[in-house]
């Protein structure tokens, strides 16, 4: 089945330590994104991409970082740069095609990270 | 800049409707967007509506949207215990390539 898959789905990390957060996509979307989700806060967006090679900064990219090498991968890192990382991490993906294009994303099922 | 505003929590009793609300601000607006997230989950579209659009119906799901208000809504009909889960109304602008979220709207639904 065609989708988005995220992991870990839970991760523990000590203050200082990077980590990285792994989203995959077999979708053929060009497009995909990152956001932070805090309760009350709704979803931030932190960076997006929307071909290989390329992506850009959302709102709250500061002491975060991505690549996207393969078309189908966009994994995340947490750096010790980040002040409060503690949050659950929401990876999508979209198209970029012509009409008909909704805009609509595609979300994995998240991953909760927990800084000790 | 884009904002979008929604109210944090909404009670209401299984059978009754349900009305969940949003604004939002940047009046360049082309789609918007309806999101449903369960417990622990990601979000799974429910409905969206094209920004020259007044209203959108979908079973039981009804869409209202005021553009001159900037006023988005989204009605669930005979609200069940299964549509207990935290709303998310989103925009797409024109000169934004994210989607724009709002804070989350928690329904419960109380049987």
């Known amino acids: 089945d065609g989708g988005i898959t995220q992991s870990p789905k839970y991760l523990f990390r000590k203050e200082g330590q990077n980590v990285t957060l792994s989203c995959e996509q077999n979708?053929?979307?060009?497009?995909m994104y990152w956001y932070r989700q805090d309760p009350g806060q709704g979803l931030r967006l932190i960076y997006y991409?929307?071909?290989?090679?390329?992506?850009q900064k959302g709102d709250i990219a500061e002491g975060y970082s991505v690549s996207r090498e393969k078309k189908e991968s966009f994994p995340l890192t947490v750096t010790s740069a980040q002040k409060n990382p503690t949050a659950f991490y929401l990876c999508?993906?979209?198209?970029?095609?012509?009409?008909?294009?909704?805009?609509?994303?595609?979300f994995g099922e998240g991953s909760r990270l927990t800084v000790l | 800049g884009e904002d979008v505003e929604q109210s944090l929590f909404l009670s209401v009793r299984e059978g009754d409707s349900s009305v969940i609300n949003c604004t939002y601000t940047?009046?360049?607006?082309?789609?918007l967007y309806w999101y449903k997230q369960e417990p622990g989950a990601g979000l799974q579209l429910l409905t969206y509506?094209?920004?020259?659009?007044d209203m959108k119906q979908d079973q039981r799901l009804t869409v209202l949207l005021n553009k001159k208000d900037k006023h988005l809504s989204l009605r669930i009909a005979d609200t069940q215990t299964g549509d207990s889960a935290i709303y998310f109304c989103?925009?797409?602008?024109?000169?934004?390539?994210?989607?724009?979220f709002g804070s989350g709207t928690r329904l419960q639904v109380q049987p």
């Open positions: 999508a993906s979209s198209t970029r095609g012509t009409s008909p294009n909704t805009g609509e994303l595609f």
């Open positions: 979708l053929n979307h060009d497009a």
């Open positions: 991409s929307q071909i290989v090679n390329d992506f």
């Open positions: 940047d009046s360049s607006s082309t789609y």
């Open positions: 509506i094209f920004s020259n659009m």
């Open positions: 989103a925009e797409k602008t024109a000169g934004r390539r994210a989607l724009t």
